[in-house]
Protein backbone atom coordinates (compact mmCIF):
# COMPACT_ATOMS: atom_id res chain seq x y z
CA UNK A 1 0.00 0.00 0.00
CA UNK A 2 1.40 3.12 -1.26
CA UNK A 3 2.38 6.08 1.64
CA UNK A 4 -0.24 9.07 1.92
CA UNK A 5 3.27 11.14 2.73
CA UNK A 6 4.53 13.05 -0.46
CA UNK A 7 8.47 12.65 -0.78
CA UNK A 8 8.46 16.42 -0.24
CA UNK A 9 6.22 16.24 2.74
CA UNK A 10 8.98 13.33 4.08
CA UNK A 11 12.29 15.43 2.99
CA UNK A 12 10.58 18.19 5.19
CA UNK A 13 10.24 16.10 8.55
CA UNK A 14 13.64 15.07 7.68
CA UNK A 15 15.19 18.25 7.80
CA UNK A 16 13.38 19.69 10.26
CA UNK A 17 14.53 16.77 13.26
CA UNK A 18 17.98 16.82 11.67
CA UNK A 19 18.09 21.04 11.92
CA UNK A 20 16.96 20.45 15.12
CA UNK A 21 20.20 17.98 16.03
CA UNK A 22 17.43 15.23 16.95
CA UNK A 23 19.20 12.82 14.59
CA UNK A 24 18.24 9.44 15.86
CA UNK A 25 15.01 10.66 15.18
CA UNK A 26 16.33 11.87 11.42
CA UNK A 27 17.51 8.81 10.73
CA UNK A 28 14.23 6.62 11.81
CA UNK A 29 12.06 8.76 9.73
CA UNK A 30 14.69 8.13 6.36
CA UNK A 31 14.74 4.63 7.53
CA UNK A 32 10.37 4.94 7.00
CA UNK A 33 10.27 6.72 3.97
CA UNK A 34 12.95 4.76 1.98
CA UNK A 35 10.41 1.97 2.80
CA UNK A 36 7.07 3.79 1.90
CA UNK A 37 8.93 5.75 -1.24
CA UNK A 38 10.43 2.32 -2.80
CA UNK A 39 13.77 4.38 -2.12
CA UNK A 40 13.03 7.49 -4.00
CA UNK A 41 15.77 9.45 -5.42
CA UNK A 42 15.44 12.99 -3.63
CA UNK A 43 15.58 10.67 -0.86
CA UNK A 44 18.60 8.36 -1.29
CA UNK A 45 20.79 11.81 -1.76
CA UNK A 46 19.60 12.86 1.44
CA UNK A 47 20.55 9.69 2.78
CA UNK A 48 23.86 9.49 1.44
CA UNK A 49 24.66 12.78 3.06
CA UNK A 50 23.52 11.78 5.85
CA UNK A 51 25.36 8.33 5.45
CA UNK A 52 28.69 10.88 5.35
CA UNK A 53 28.36 13.33 8.16
CA UNK A 54 28.10 9.92 10.44
CA UNK A 55 31.41 9.47 9.10
CA UNK A 56 29.85 6.20 6.75
CA UNK A 57 31.64 7.50 3.37
CA UNK A 58 30.97 3.89 1.45
CA UNK A 59 27.56 3.80 2.28
CA UNK A 60 27.33 7.69 1.38
CA UNK A 61 29.17 7.09 -2.06
CA UNK A 62 26.55 3.92 -2.99
CA UNK A 63 23.69 5.93 -1.71
CA UNK A 64 24.19 9.36 -3.60
CA UNK A 65 25.30 7.06 -7.00
CA UNK A 66 22.64 5.16 -6.77
CA UNK A 67 20.55 8.55 -6.72
CA UNK A 68 22.37 10.07 -9.64
CA UNK A 69 21.33 7.28 -12.20
CA UNK A 70 17.56 8.53 -11.68
CA UNK A 71 17.87 12.54 -10.71
CA UNK A 72 20.73 15.34 -11.38
CA UNK A 73 22.04 15.55 -8.01
CA UNK A 74 22.00 18.85 -5.96
CA UNK A 75 25.23 20.60 -5.80
CA UNK A 76 24.94 20.08 -2.26
CA UNK A 77 25.13 16.01 -3.08
CA UNK A 78 27.31 16.88 -5.75
CA UNK A 79 30.09 18.21 -3.38
CA UNK A 80 29.62 15.53 -0.57
CA UNK A 81 29.90 12.52 -2.81
CA UNK A 82 33.38 14.06 -3.69
CA UNK A 83 34.01 14.07 -0.34
CA UNK A 84 33.21 11.08 0.41
CA UNK A 85 35.04 10.04 -2.70
CA UNK A 86 38.39 11.83 -1.42
CA UNK A 87 38.38 10.16 2.04
CA UNK A 88 38.06 6.91 0.61
CA UNK A 89 40.99 7.26 -1.86
CA UNK A 90 39.06 7.39 -4.99
CA UNK A 91 40.64 10.36 -6.55
CA UNK A 92 39.52 10.01 -10.09
CA UNK A 93 35.66 9.91 -9.23
CA UNK A 94 36.60 13.18 -6.98
CA UNK A 95 38.31 14.76 -9.58
CA UNK A 96 35.55 14.24 -12.68
CA UNK A 97 32.79 15.22 -9.81
CA UNK A 98 35.04 18.47 -8.49
CA UNK A 99 35.77 19.59 -12.40
CA UNK A 100 32.06 19.86 -13.06
CA UNK A 101 31.25 21.87 -10.00
CA UNK A 102 33.99 24.24 -11.46
CA UNK A 103 31.90 24.12 -14.63
CA UNK A 104 29.06 25.29 -13.27
CA UNK A 105 30.77 27.65 -10.42
CA UNK A 106 27.94 30.32 -10.73
CA UNK A 107 25.59 27.68 -9.17
CA UNK A 108 27.59 26.74 -6.17
CA UNK A 109 26.47 28.53 -3.31
CA UNK A 110 29.08 31.00 -1.47
CA UNK A 111 29.10 28.56 1.45
CA UNK A 112 30.82 25.98 -0.36
CA UNK A 113 33.23 27.62 -2.08
CA UNK A 114 35.72 27.10 0.44
CA UNK A 115 34.96 23.19 1.10
CA UNK A 116 35.46 23.23 -3.10
CA UNK A 117 38.72 24.89 -2.94
CA UNK A 118 39.96 23.20 -0.40
CA UNK A 119 39.05 20.05 -2.27
CA UNK A 120 40.65 20.83 -5.82
CA UNK A 121 44.44 21.44 -3.89
CA UNK A 122 43.94 18.26 -2.14
CA UNK A 123 44.03 16.78 -5.50
CA UNK A 124 46.69 19.11 -7.15
CA UNK A 125 44.16 21.25 -9.08
CA UNK A 126 45.90 24.59 -8.53
CA UNK A 127 44.28 25.75 -12.26
CA UNK A 128 40.75 25.07 -10.95
CA UNK A 129 41.25 26.05 -7.57
CA UNK A 130 42.11 29.74 -8.71
CA UNK A 131 38.92 29.47 -10.89
CA UNK A 132 36.94 29.11 -7.54
CA UNK A 133 38.68 31.70 -5.65
CA UNK A 134 37.95 34.26 -8.97
CA UNK A 135 34.23 33.05 -8.65
CA UNK A 136 34.53 34.24 -4.81
CA UNK A 137 36.40 37.37 -5.43
CA UNK A 138 33.65 38.30 -8.14
CA UNK A 139 30.69 37.57 -6.09
CA UNK A 140 32.30 39.47 -2.86
CA UNK A 141 35.43 42.49 -4.31
CA UNK A 142 35.91 42.86 -0.52
CA UNK A 143 37.00 39.11 0.32
CA UNK A 144 40.86 38.87 0.65
CA UNK A 145 40.94 35.28 1.84
CA UNK A 146 39.61 35.25 -1.95
CA UNK A 147 42.12 38.01 -3.08
CA UNK A 148 44.90 36.11 -1.88
CA UNK A 149 43.16 33.02 -2.80
CA UNK A 150 43.85 33.77 -6.93
CA UNK A 151 47.36 35.33 -6.30
CA UNK A 152 48.68 32.52 -4.11
CA UNK A 153 47.35 29.51 -6.73
CA UNK A 154 48.85 31.37 -9.50
CA UNK A 155 51.94 31.46 -7.53
CA UNK A 156 52.54 27.94 -6.61
CA UNK A 157 51.15 26.27 -10.35
CA UNK A 158 53.69 28.67 -12.12
CA UNK A 159 51.84 31.37 -13.10
CA UNK A 160 52.39 34.94 -13.47
CA UNK A 161 54.18 36.18 -10.94
CA UNK A 162 52.82 39.67 -11.90
CA UNK A 163 49.54 38.81 -11.50
CA UNK A 164 50.27 36.64 -8.01
CA UNK A 165 51.66 40.33 -7.04
CA UNK A 166 48.53 42.05 -8.12
CA UNK A 167 45.85 39.78 -6.55
CA UNK A 168 48.12 39.61 -3.32
CA UNK A 169 48.75 42.73 -3.12
CA UNK A 170 44.95 43.32 -3.21
CA UNK A 171 44.59 40.79 0.11
CA UNK A 172 47.01 43.02 1.74
CA UNK A 173 45.10 46.20 1.27
CA UNK A 174 41.53 44.50 2.20
CA UNK A 175 43.53 42.94 5.36
CA UNK A 176 46.67 44.65 6.36
CA UNK A 177 47.03 42.98 9.79
CA UNK A 178 47.18 39.69 7.98
CA UNK A 179 51.10 38.74 8.17
CA UNK A 180 50.59 35.45 5.83
CA UNK A 181 49.52 37.63 3.07
CA UNK A 182 52.32 40.39 3.88
CA UNK A 183 55.05 37.28 4.30
CA UNK A 184 54.16 35.73 0.55
CA UNK A 185 54.02 38.77 -1.31
CA UNK A 186 57.38 40.28 0.13
CA UNK A 187 58.54 36.62 -1.31
CA UNK A 188 56.58 37.21 -4.85
CA UNK A 189 58.04 40.76 -5.21
CA UNK A 190 61.62 39.41 -4.84
CA UNK A 191 61.49 36.93 -7.16
CA UNK A 192 60.33 39.71 -9.27
CA UNK A 193 63.64 41.55 -8.56
CA UNK A 194 61.61 43.88 -6.07
CA UNK A 195 63.54 43.79 -3.38
CA UNK A 196 62.96 46.93 -1.75
CA UNK A 197 59.15 46.49 -1.58
CA UNK A 198 60.20 42.84 -0.71
CA UNK A 199 61.80 44.64 2.22
CA UNK A 200 58.97 46.91 2.79
CA UNK A 201 56.53 44.03 3.58
CA UNK A 202 58.80 42.17 5.83
CA UNK A 203 59.45 44.95 8.08
CA UNK A 204 55.56 44.91 8.17
CA UNK A 205 55.15 41.86 9.98
CA UNK A 206 56.79 41.34 13.44
CA UNK A 207 59.29 39.05 13.44
CA UNK A 208 57.46 36.75 15.62
CA UNK A 209 54.77 36.48 13.23
CA UNK A 210 57.49 35.20 10.99
CA UNK A 211 58.78 32.54 13.61
CA UNK A 212 55.71 31.17 14.24
CA UNK A 213 54.97 30.38 10.26
CA UNK A 214 54.49 26.76 9.77
CA UNK A 215 56.36 26.73 6.33
CA UNK A 216 59.95 26.64 6.97
CA UNK A 217 60.65 27.71 3.38
CA UNK A 218 58.51 30.49 3.99
CA UNK A 219 61.28 31.75 7.05
CA UNK A 220 64.27 30.87 5.40
CA UNK A 221 62.92 33.09 2.24
CA UNK A 222 62.44 35.43 4.58
CA UNK A 223 65.80 35.37 5.93
CA UNK A 224 67.17 35.74 2.65
CA UNK A 225 65.64 39.29 1.96
CA UNK A 226 66.82 40.32 5.47
CA UNK A 227 70.54 38.99 4.53
CA UNK A 228 69.88 41.27 1.40
CA UNK A 229 69.39 44.39 3.24
CA UNK A 230 72.31 43.33 5.43
CA UNK A 231 69.38 43.44 8.60
CA UNK A 232 71.72 41.50 10.87
CA UNK A 233 69.57 42.34 13.62
CA UNK A 234 65.96 40.89 12.37
CA UNK A 235 67.91 37.84 10.92
CA UNK A 236 69.27 37.15 14.22
CA UNK A 237 65.92 37.56 16.32
CA UNK A 238 64.51 35.55 13.45
CA UNK A 239 67.61 32.87 13.59
CA UNK A 240 70.96 32.48 11.97
CA UNK A 241 71.10 32.37 8.06
CA UNK A 242 71.52 28.66 6.82
CA UNK A 243 73.73 30.01 4.19
Given at each position: ?12 R ?24 R ?6 E ?36 A ?36 N ?11 E ?6 S ?11 V ?12 W???Y??R ?26 E ?46
Amino acid sequence: MPSKVTEKAWIERIKSAYVSCNYPLASKLMEQALIETRSAASLLEIAGMMAYERGQYQEAIRLIEAAMFEVCLSISGQLTLANACLKVGNVATAETTLSFLVECIDRVPCAMLLDLTHNLVEIGRDDLAIEVCRAALSRHPGDDNAAFGVGFYIYRSGGSLEWAQMYMSRAVELNPLCSMYRVNLAIVHAELGQWAEAYFQTTQVQVSEVRSLSCGCLVDRVKDIFLHFEDYERLAELGAHDG
